[in-house]
């Protein structure tokens, strides 16, 4: 495997929409502090959303919403192994 893949496996990420804007960004980060600074600055430059004016609610809903990539991939391939034995089911 590339280097570039096991760093994507074992870096962390956050859905600019799971944080409650209309973006279909998603920011990744080596660790949960990096995707919470990198989620930050997308916010002030694509959503002129300024650091100093964040509340603490804000950063709260940015900290839940990061996830570690390889487990939102493992629930994605799950959710659509599920939607096949769901849509097969009938015929068997």
């Given at each position: 495997m590339s280097q570039i893949f096991e760093d994507l496996s074992r870096s962390f990420h956050v859905r600019c929409s799971d944080v409650g804007l209309d973006c279909n960004c998603v920011i990744f980060g080596l660790n949960e502090k990096k995707a919470m600074d990198e989620t930050i600055i997308h916010m002030f430059e694509y959503h002129a959303i300024n650091p100093e004016e964040m509340t603490s609610e804000m950063k709260s809903k940015i900290k839940e919403n990061i996830h570690l990539?390889?487990?939102?991939?493992?629930?994605q391939i799950l959710q659509e192994i599920s939607n096949v034995s769901e849509t097969l089911l009938p015929v068997v």
């Open positions: 990539y390889r487990d939102s991939v493992r629930a």
